[in-house]
């Protein structure tokens, strides 16, 4: 099974009739680097925010690291996101914890000893390069240490698959690539990723898988693809 099954997935919003997923069926096999491309408005968050259940389809089927996320209890969506890591554009950090302290709320939620906690973060600021900034709170640091704080904590409990939408949207392009190496090298480790980006350069640069969405439809699904729109 794919870690990420697709059939049929179609999301219309009831208010205003929006469709912004028409019949999708897309998998995604463990170890992949998959970037989501499209217009704004195309449907690209809707996928994403699907795949840890922030949206639920209208129709299909839709299977997540071996969870049914269609179908699933409320009771059971901590243990589906247990197994990922999300990366938002806008960081989300706590602005009253330090960058310690930010990246281990991540495993105080699932109750990990203490311990393990000291070690695993320590570990995931050292992926990230911050280990000397653990002390600082987010109103320190420049937006691209931002965001490896909130990369560290989204891989601090090893996840299965990373989700990532628009992580370099905000980023000047040296600090962009400075991000995309730490993706690189956590997909090496053998972790799923699915990003979305409006990003040109890095999605030419590094021919991996790309999918693009237009009208809430896959238009291309290219194994060592390009961005194939204007930047």
Not at 65 to 79: A, I, K, L, Q, T
Not at 121 to 141: I, T
Not at 177 to 206: C, E, L, P, Y
């Amino acid at each position: 099974m794919p870690m990420i099954h697709m059939r049929n997935v179609c999301k219309v919003y009831e208010d205003t009739g929006a469709v912004a997923l028409d019949h999708v069926d897309v998998d995604i096999a463990k170890g992949e680097f998959v970037f989501i491309v499209g217009a704004s408005g195309a449907g690209k968050s809707t996928f994403i925010k699907m795949l840890f259940r922030e949206e639920l389809p209208s129709s299909g089927e839709l299977i997540v690291n071996g969870h049914d996320v269609v179908n699933m209890e409320r009771s059971e969506v901590p243990y589906l996101r247990r197994g990922l890591g999300v990366i938002f554009q806008d960081y989300r950090l706590l602005a009253d914890k330090t960058v310690f302290e930010n990246v281990a709320f991540a495993m105080q939620v699932i109750e990990a000893p203490r311990r393990t906690m000291q070690r695993s973060v320590n570990a995931v600021l050292d992926v990230v390069g911050l280990r000397d900034k653990y002390r600082s709170f987010p109103s320190q640091l420049s937006g691209g240490e931002q965001q490896r704080v909130a990369i560290a904590r989204a891989i601090v409990n090893s996840p299965s698959i990373v989700i990532a939408d628009e992580p370099t949207g905000n980023l000047d392009p040296e600090t962009s690539w400075d991000i995309m190496d730490i993706f690189h090298r956590i997909n090496q480790s053998g972790t799923t990723i699915v990003m979305a980006t409006h990003d040109k350069n890095i999605v030419d640069t590094m021919q991996r898988r790309v999918i693009a969405i237009e009208d809430g439809k896959i238009v291309r699904d290219e194994a060592r693809g390009v961005y194939g729109y204007e930047a």
